[in-house]
């Protein structure tokens, strides 16, 4: 979808300011990241403090060459203002200058991204940085729901660095990030968990989780408990951690992929299988990674497979997860109503299983979760 011909989506992009004398830096963040955010770009100091005065922004991403005195100092000056302590900075800055990024980690809310980096890692330094704000918010929610957020999103920066380090996951540490997750679902007290990340930055993370907590919701609604419900949980989690593997201009593309992208995206699946196979995990967690897009009718992916070969936790997950996809905000499309999404769903009868989709509405209705 083009933003030009939906204004309200281009002013629900996260506002970056980029500050660098340098044209290669500073044309290369926006190139990376322009599809996600507003950027703006600053050749000097001058400038950007008055954009931050005028509109503060998401985040503030310096280089160390930043005129006149260098980022290091910029940094300095904005933490010295009451208003900006808790301004998101990055600071990139080259990985030879130790005494400088030893400097900066004295900083509260800076993320360093040490030069050389890749994509990966400014994607992720800017997510952190962005996202600062929201999980600050995250103190103010009831005891169990902030546990389940603040686990489940140390757990998932965790599985990127490892799959980044090409480290297997540790799926205790992800069982163990889930249970504050299965605690609140338990006990119909999940909603603030939900409200938190609707304007997080790591849209990832945000789909995952709410994957796992509908996943949760539904499988609790039908009897299911105990170390069967945490394998949902689990399941819920990890089931899109190929994605992880995807580039970043495929996974946040606004509008239609091409065919060849298209067969890109789908190669999560494949991703996923690969990855999670490195580790002892519960079958229910490779079926629900592995399964969650296929179809009845035998035309979903990786394998094609239809009817009763599709295990009805991957089931259970196809539904949760293309009811996530539908009703989750991104950059490029507001949220679909759930009411609306179940509609649409509902005509999905070669694709979806009908008698669980009905179940599952059953269960948002009764848990009033469609609000």
């Avoid at 949760?216 to 069967?228: T, W």
Wanted: aromatic share 8%; glycine share 8%.
């Amino acid at each position: 979808m083009n933003t030009a011909q939906n204004p309200t989506l281009e002013t629900s992009r996260k506002l970056l300011y980029v500050g660098s004398n340098s044209d290669l830096f500073r044309k290369d963040i926006s190139k990376n990241l322009e599809f996600v955010y507003t950027v703006r770009l600053f050749a000097d100091t001058s400038g950007l403090e008055r954009a931050v005065k005028g509109e503060p922004p998401a985040a503030l991403i310096l280089d160390d060459m930043i005129p006149p005195k260098g980022g290091i100092n910029v940094i300095s000056h904005y933490r010295s203002i009451r208003r900006y302590k808790s301004l998101p900075i990055v600071f990139a800055i080259d990985q030879n200058d130790r005494e400088t990024i030893a400097n900066a980690k004295t900083y509260n809310g800076v993320e360093c991204l040490i030069k050389p980096y890749s994509v990966n890692d400014l994607q992720v330094a800017i997510s952190r940085a962005a996202s600062a704000g929201v999980e600050a918010e995250w103190k103010t929610i009831e005891p169990v729901q902030r546990q389940a957020l603040t686990q489940t999103l140390h757990s998932f920066n965790a599985i990127a660095d490892m799959i980044n380090d090409e480290q297997p996951v540790v799926y205790e540490d992800v069982r163990e990030s889930c249970g504050p997750l299965v605690n609140a679902v338990s006990d119909g007290n999940y909603k603030d968990m939900l409200r938190g990340v609707q304007d997080h930055d790591n849209y990832s993370f945000v789909h995952s989780l709410r994957v796992a907590t509908f996943l949760s919701l539904f499988g609790h609604a039908i009897g299911i408990r105990g170390e069967d419900l945490m394998t949902l949980s689990t399941g819920g989690l990890l089931h899109d951690v190929g994605k992880m593997f995807i580039p970043h201009e495929v996974l946040n593309k606004a509008g239609k992929l091409s065919d060849d992208e298209f067969t890109v995206m789908k190669s999560h699946v494949t991703h996923t299988n690969g990855y999670l196979g490195q580790t002892d995990l519960p079958r229910g967690v490779i079926v629900i990674a592995g399964q969650h897009h296929e179809k009845l009718d035998g035309t979903g992916y990786p394998d094609g497979l239809k009817g009763t070969e599709i295990n009805q936790l991957a089931r259970m997950a196809a539904i949760v997860d293309v009811f996530g996809a539908l009703t989750d905000k991104r950059v490029y499309k507001e949220a679909m109503e759930p009411e609306k999404a179940l509609g649409m769903m509902s005509e999905w009868k070669t694709h979806l299983d009908q008698e669980l989709l009905g179940k599952f509405r059953e269960m948002l209705l009764d848990a009033a979760t469609i609000d």
